[in-house]
C-alpha cells in the first residue's frame, strides 16, 4: 500500500493521515474527560490531606507547650499526692494526644490509598485508550526494542520516543524461542582448541552455531546487542555492532580482537544475520501492550500530564498536514491519496474546519490542540 499527496509525489510518512488524525480526536475526547475528573477528585482529597497534615502538625506543637508547661510548674513537686496528680495530667494528656493523632494519621493513610488506587485506575483506563493509536499514529519517533528469555519464553519491550516523551510497550512473540537456524540459517564461528598426536598445539576450529538460542537482544537504529546460548547453556557468543564497527564474542574468546580467529570470520555474514534478526523481531510480534507513558522522565498519567503528552503529539501532525494542505487543490482540505497492492486508488480528505468543529467540542483543551494542529478557526 502506499500513500500519497493529492499531487502524487508519496507522502514522508507512509500512513494514512486523515485516520491517525480522526483517532486522534477520538483519543482525546475519551482521554482528557478521564483525566480532568481525576485532577478535580484528587484536588479535594489532596485538600483535605493538607488540612489534616497541618493539624498533626499544630497538635503536636500545642501537645509539646502544654508537656513543657505542665513541666514548668510541677518540676519542683516531691509530695506523692502531687506527683500523682501531676503524672495523671501527663497521662490524660498523651491519651489524648495519641487518640486524636492517630485518628488524623490514619485518615492520611486512607486518602494517601484512595490517591493510589484511583491513579492506579485512570492510569489502567488511560493506556487502555492510547494504546491502539499509539500502535503507529504518534510520530517522529524513534524506537529502541529488548528481548530477553523469562523461564523459557522470548518476552520483550519497545520502548519509544519523541521531544520529552517517551511510551513502554510490553511485546509477546509469535515464538517462544528464537533459534540461529530459524531466524536466518547456518553459522558458524572459530574457537581455539588443543590438537595433535604426539605434540599439542592451538589451532583454529570452526564450531556450528545454528542450534544456539536469543538470550538477550538489545537495537535501536544505531547499535545493535545480541547473545546467544546453547540450550545447556555452555557456550554462548556475543555479536555488538555500532554503525560499522563489529565486535564478536564467542566460546570466551574475543574474535574480533584475535586476527588468526577473524580471518576464519565471514563478517558479511554476521552483519546479515544481525539484519535478518531485526526484522524477525520486529515482525513476529504476537501482541503489543502499552503500559508506560513517561514524559520528561516521570510518569504522565499520575501526574496528570497526559494533555501535555497529546499536545506533543499534535505538533508532530502539524508539518504533515501543512504539506496535505499545500499540496492540495481545494484550499483548508487535507488530502491524501491511497494506492492499494492491486493499483486500486482512492482518495481520503477531511476539512481543517471539520477538525476544528470536533476538537472545540471539548473546550479550551481541544481548541489548544487545534491550534497546534494549525486547524484553529481563521
Known amino acids: 500500500m502506499k500513500y500519497t499527496f493529492q499531487d502524487s509525489n508519496e507522502l514522508s510518512i507512509q500512513r494514512d493521515v486523515i485516520q491517525d488524525l480522526q483517532d486522534f480526536v477520538d483519543t482525546s ?34 501537645n509539646s507547650k502544654i508537656l513543657d508547661f505542665i513541666d514548668s510548674i510541677t518540676g519542683e513537686v516531691e509530695e506523692k499526692d502531687l506527683l500523682d496528680y501531676r503524672n495523671s495530667i501527663l497521662d490524660a494528656c498523651e491519651t489524648s494526644f495519641n487518640k486524636s493523632s492517630g485518628s488524623m494519621l490514619s485518615e492520611i493513610e486512607i486518602i494517601n490509598k ?3 488506587d484511583g491513579l492506579d485506575d485512570v492510569e489502567r483506563q488511560i493506556l487502555s485508550i492510547l494504546d491502539p493509536f499509539f500502535e503507529g499514529g504518534v510520530y517522529g519517533t524513534t524506537e529502541k526494542y529488548f528481548a530477553s528469555m523469562d523461564r523459557n519464553v522470548l518476552r520483550g519491550k519497545l520502548t519509544s520516543t519523541v521531544v520529552g516523551m517517551e511510551y513502554e510497550s510490553e511485546l509477546a512473540f509469535t515464538d517462544n524461542t528464537i533459534t540461529m537456524r530459524g531466524l536466518y540459517g547456518t553459522l558458524f564461528l572459530p574457537t581455539w582448541t588443543r590438537s595433535g598426536i604426539i605434540y599439542k598445539e592451538d589451532k583454529v576450529k570452526l564450531e556450528e ?23 545447556k547453556s555452555t557456550k554462548r557468543f556475543k555479536v555488538d555492532m555500532s554503525g560499522d564497527a563489529l565486535e564478536i564474542y564467542y566460546d570466551g574468546n574475543e574474535v574480533t580482537a584475535d586476527p588468526a580467529l577473524m580471518n576464519s570470520v565471514k563478517e558479511e555474514n554476521v552483519k546479515s544475520m544481525l539484519d535478518a534478526l531485526k526484522d524477525y523481531i520486529r515482525s513476529h510480534v504476537k ?15 499520575r501526574n ?6 497529546l499536545k506533543l503529539i499534535a505538533e508532530q501532525f502539524t508539518d504533515i498536514i501543512n504539506e496535505c494542505i499545500g499540496r492540495g487543490y481545494v484550499e483548508g482540505e487535507i488530502t491524501i491519496k491511497i494506492e492499494q497492492n492491486d493499483g486500486t486508488r482512492t482518495e481520503k480528505y477531511v476539512g481543517k474546519t471539520e477538525l476544528f468543529d470536533q476538537l472545540s467540542e ?7 490542540l487545534a491550534s497546534l494542529l494549525g486547524v484553529e478557526s481563521s
Do not use: W, Y
Not at 552455531?209 to 537504529?221: I, T
Open 29 to 62: 475526547r475519551k482521554v482528557l474527560p478521564i483525566e480532568n475528573a481525576s485532577i478535580e477528585k484528587n484536588d479535594d482529597l489532596i485538600s483535605r490531606r493538607t488540612s489534616l497534615e497541618n493539624g498533626s502538625e499544630e497538635l503536636e506543637s500545642i
Open 114 to 116: 484512595d490517591i493510589d
Open 209 to 231: 552455531v545454528s542450534d544456539f538460542l536469543l538470550s538477550s537482544l538489545d537495537f535501536d537504529d544505531n547499535h545493535i546487542s545480541a547473545t546467544f546460548v546453547n540450550k
Open 287 to 301: 501482541k503489543k501492550t502499552l503500559v508506560r507513558l513517561m514524559l520528561d522522565g516521570e510518569d504522565a498519567i
Open 304 to 309: 496528570n500530564q497526559t494533555f501535555d503528552c
Open 362 to 368: 471539548f473546550g479550551s483543551e481541544g481548541l489548544e
